[in-house]
């Protein structure tokens, strides 16, 4: 469920054959609901004071713009993510590292067998400056696509204020690991990272280190749920260290995975703590595959064709684990490289 920063290959592959399109737009306010409307090729995205409209040609969807501005905010954050980011059954990307597919129906059984899917391709970072721009106008003052419910305003009515502060956040991207001089800083109350509510309990002492002199800068620990205690928002892995391709991103979870999240590799998940309930899906067609329930100290391993999302009721701990490799998409793809790590 993470990514490192460096995904890029010698050149995206492109199944479908499709150019890419460069046409893009943002239209001025609305007189009524005071909201930019966004074009991307012949995407249009308009919002009112519940929903979020998209339309290309002859398709028109609809989704609760609070679930729309959830979803966006994963893809924008995590830089269109592993694989396929699911809005929803209709609406969603796929990532070719370097160029990303923007689809309607394109992964539901049934807009494909009546051929009303539409994808379309662009260059990610041109998408990206779109999808920057709409987060930031559609995310009103007190609103927090990022945080748990409780934690949060409300998305609905007319345009007032921003949350840019919100919607701009960094995702901790580790080069070695979180703690480490120069690295990522180990959360505190001093750099704005006070423990949350549902974390009340967890121990807060730091690991003591005593290393041989001139290791001092190579050896380092730190309090990991402590470190994620500390964590202000939800289903959000961030990288926290790194061997090699080999990534480990933890992430604090409540209630739900707001995409569904389909798998262009494996990911291993340990359950840290408390509960996480997940609806597995077939990757390209959306139909049920498996209800896995993870508890303290459970491991699963999602497969590379799969779609999945999570609930969780209380606030939980994961670890994901990653193969950051670029090169797993087109292994699998080529039939390569096996869908499952583990055959019995």
């Known amino acids: 469920?993470?990514?490192s920063e460096d995904t890029t290959q010698s050149g995206p592959v492109n199944p479908r054959g499709l150019?890419?399109?460069?046409?893009f737009g943002i239209l001025p306010a609305?007189?009524?609901?005071?909201?930019?409307?966004?074009?991307?090729?012949?995407f249009a995205f308009s919002r009112d004071g519940y929903f979020a409209h998209i339309r290309s040609g002859e398709i028109s969807h609809q989704m609760p713009v609070d679930a729309f501005l959830r979803a966006l905010m994963?893809?924008?954050?995590?830089?269109?993510f592993y694989g396929t980011v699911n809005f929803d059954g209709v609406l969603g990307t796929t990532n070719f590292y370097g160029e990303v597919e923007l689809?309607?129906?394109?992964?539901?059984e049934s807009f494909r067998a009546a051929k009303r899917d539409h994808t379309e391709r662009f260059k990610a970072d041109e998408l990206m400056a779109v999808f920057k721009e709409m987060i930031s106008d559609w995310t009103n003052h007190g609103y927090d696509p990022f945080a748990?419910?409780?934690?949060?305003?409300?998305?609905?009515?007319?345009?007032h204020g921003d949350n840019d502060r919100a919607v701009t956040r960094k995702r901790v991207t580790a080069k070695r690991m979180v703690g480490l001089p120069g690295d990522t800083p180990v959360r505190s109350d001093a750099n704005g990272y006070p423990v949350n509510r549902m974390f009340a309990d967890v121990e807060q002492t730091q690991p003591l280190v005593f290393a041989e002199p001139g290791f001092e800068h190579e050896v380092s620990a730190f309090n990991l749920f402590a470190y994620l205690s500390r964590s202000d928002v939800t289903w959000?892995?961030?990288v926290c260290s790194v061997v090699r391709e080999s990534l480990f991103c933890p992430t604090s979870e409540e209630f739900i995975?707001?995409?569904?999240h389909g798998n262009d590799r494996c990911e291993w998940f340990l359950q840290l703590s408390d509960e996480i309930i997940w609806k597995t899906k077939d990757r390209d067609t959306g139909r049920d595959r498996a209800t896995v329930v993870q508890r303290a100290g459970d491991i699963s391993c999602m497969p590379a064709d799969i779609r999945h999302t999570g609930y969780s009721t209380k606030r939980s701990m994961l670890l994901v684990w990653e193969n950051g490799s670029p090169k797993i998409p087109d292994l699998i793809r080529d039939g390569k490289a096996p869908v499952v790590a583990v055959e019995f």
């Open 103 to 108: 689809f309607l129906g394109a992964m539901n």
């Open 236 to 238: 959000n892995p961030s």
């Open 257 to 260: 995975l707001p995409v569904e």
């Open 30 to 42: 609305d007189n009524f609901t005071g909201y930019r409307s966004f074009k991307a090729g012949s």
């Open 148 to 159: 748990a419910p409780m934690e949060t305003g409300i998305a609905w009515g007319h345009k």
């Open 74 to 80: 994963r893809d924008v954050a995590w830089g269109f």
């Open 19 to 23: 150019p890419i399109r460069r046409e």
């Open 1 to 3: 469920m993470a990514m």
